[in-house]
């Protein structure tokens, strides 16, 4: 299997851990383990202390798939597979599909989301998303014109990924009444469901609105626990998910044990959890919004509707590459160009759900007065 580098995951290897300041992670500001312990309630503090660091079951600790299932209206525990989002993903897409088959995928997204599907042989087509004078949106027409004899399967991700759009329930149904009359998978990923900003506004679970709907969540985004390395799919479809779990069996087998403990504390705390980091984004907008305001004439922001990250554009005359190295190098402030995501127009990622996310602003305008100097 021949696969083309990992864009976004090779930047943030070279400048993640090397810089002072990042302007563009995607996830909450990580929970230490003192402070998930402190929310752990007696049963899951127990399941801790007496843990043993044996092999795990394959599909997922039954706890933590049960906790998991709690967060669905119609899916039960063995509706669930533990595994890191990134292994799930690659696993999702090796069971679905062959070579030769057509995938639709929303763009820009997680390189894997598509790139997967291309190194097993399939045919890609990017439904792209486009900014009017509203924000964001993708048009609904794009879908039946990509529409081929060899379509399996419909790769969404909402809340999108770097964009920050959220479709409405019409919008998310006719998505699901296209794939149910051609008889397609739809693979949803969803890491940064449970962060819309209105709550009104949160939408069903793909796998609850469709019998051949798969979605991808987990721990690393909403729960702020990239480190557990802790996700999931779970579908309606079990003769799907017992494919996955024989692909499984190729990758990690099983689960980390301390992980998945610590993923059921996270879980029966998800209140908790869930409003604290709502609570950061919610600053971070406030802190984005004044900036944006300030620096009006080199920015256009496009105010996100869910999740820790946006696509704000850069307006000057140079090239948006040209602004992020500048302030890597004067102000060590690591920024991803849309171009990481091989997306047009001058767009960068904007992550906000760190809690320094003031200061690196601050960064970044002490950069733009030294350039206008």
Same mark, same amino acid.
């Given at each position: 299997?021949?696969?083309?580098?990992?864009?976004?995951?090779?930047?943030?290897?070279?400048?993640?851990?090397?810089?002072?300041?990042?302007?563009?992670?995607?996830?909450?500001?990580?929970?230490?383990?003192?402070?998930?312990?402190?929310?752990?309630?007696?049963?899951?503090?127990?399941?801790?202390?007496?843990?043993?660091?044996?092999?795990?079951?394959?599909?997922?600790?039954?706890?933590?798939?049960?906790?998991?299932?709690?967060?669905?209206?119609?899916?039960?525990?063995?509706?669930?597979?533990?595994?890191?989002?990134?292994?799930?993903?690659?696993?999702?897409?090796?069971?679905?599909?062959?070579?030769?088959?057509?995938?639709?995928?929303?763009?820009?997204?997680?390189?894997?989301?598509?790139?997967?599907?291309?190194?097993?042989?399939?045919?890609?087509?990017?439904?792209?998303?486009? !900014?009017?004078? &509203?924000?964001?949106?993708?048009? %609904?027409?794009?879908?039946?014109?990509?529409?081929? +004899?060899? #379509?399996? =399967?419909?790769?969404?991700?909402?809340?999108?990924?770097?964009?920050?759009?959220?479709?409405?329930?019409?919008?998310?149904?006719?998505?699901?009444?296209?794939?149910?009359?051609?008889?397609?998978?739809?693979?949803?990923?969803?890491?940064?469901?449970?962060?819309?900003?209105?709550?009104?506004?949160?939408?069903?679970?793909?796998?609850?609105?469709?019998?051949?709907?798969?979605?991808?969540?987990? !721990?690393?985004? &909403?729960?702020?626990?990239?480190? %557990?390395?802790?996700?999931?799919?779970?579908?309606? +479809?079990? #003769?799907? =998910?017992?494919?996955?779990?024989?692909?499984?069996?190729?990758?990690?087998?099983?689960?980390?044990?301390?992980?998945?403990?610590?993923?059921?504390?996270?879980?029966?705390?998800?209140?908790?959890?869930?409003?604290?980091?709502?609570?950061?984004?919610?600053?971070?907008?406030?802190?984005?919004?004044?900036?944006?305001?300030?620096?009006?004439?080199?920015?256009?922001?496009?105010?996100?509707?869910?999740?820790?990250? &946006?696509?704000?554009?850069?307006?000057?005359?140079?090239?948006?590459?040209?602004?992020?190295?500048?302030?890597?190098?004067?102000?060590?402030?690591?920024?991803?160009?849309?171009?990481?995501?091989?997306?047009?127009?001058?767009?960068?990622?904007?992550?906000?759900?760190?809690?320094?996310?003031?200061?690196?602003?601050?960064?970044?305008?002490?950069?733009?007065?030294?350039?206008?100097?």
């Amino acid at each position: 299997m021949q696969i083309s580098p990992f864009k976004l995951e090779r930047y943030f290897a070279q400048y993640e851990f090397k810089v002072k300041y990042l302007l563009s992670p995607s996830d909450c500001e990580s929970l230490s383990l003192g402070e998930l312990l402190q929310l752990a309630n007696p049963d899951s503090l127990a399941l801790w202390n007496e843990l043993k660091l044996g092999y795990t079951e394959s599909p997922g600790h039954p706890l933590l798939r049960a906790e998991i299932a709690r967060l669905y209206q119609h899916i039960a525990p063995d509706d669930v597979m533990i595994a890191a989002p990134e292994e799930a993903i690659f696993i999702a897409m090796h069971t679905l599909l062959k070579p030769g088959d057509h995938v639709i995928a929303v763009f820009p997204a997680y390189q894997s989301l598509y790139e997967i599907a291309r190194a097993i042989g399939c045919d890609v087509t990017a439904w792209t998303f486009e !900014l009017g004078a &509203a924000g964001w949106r993708l048009d %609904l027409d794009q879908l039946e014109q990509s529409l081929t +004899d060899h #379509t399996r =399967l419909l790769v969404l991700n909402f809340p999108h990924n770097p964009t920050g759009y959220l479709p409405s329930r019409r919008e998310l149904d006719a998505m699901i009444e296209f794939a149910r009359k051609h008889q397609l998978y739809v693979f949803c990923d969803e890491m940064y469901r449970l962060l819309e900003y209105d709550p009104s506004r949160r939408l069903p679970s793909l796998c609850d609105l469709y019998e051949k709907g798969i979605a991808l969540s987990g !721990l690393s985004k &909403a729960f702020a626990l990239p480190g %557990l390395r802790i996700g999931w799919l779970a579908t309606q +479809d079990r #003769t799907l =998910l017992e494919h996955c779990l024989a692909f499984k069996d190729y990758t990690t087998i099983c689960s980390s044990a301390p992980s998945e403990v610590l993923g059921i504390m996270a879980l029966r705390a998800k209140d908790m959890i869930l409003a604290r980091n709502l609570g950061i984004i919610q600053e971070n907008l406030k802190a984005a919004e004044q900036f944006f305001a300030e620096q009006g004439e080199r920015f256009a922001w496009i105010r996100p509707q869910a999740g820790s990250i &946006a696509f704000p554009k850069w307006m000057a005359d140079t090239r948006v590459e040209q602004f992020c190295q500048g302030v890597l190098d004067q102000q060590g402030v690591m920024i991803v160009p849309g171009s990481i995501f091989d997306f047009p127009g001058n767009h960068f990622r904007l992550g906000l759900g760190r809690r320094n996310l003031a200061e690196v602003l601050q960064r970044v305008s002490d950069y733009l007065k030294r350039e206008n100097a």
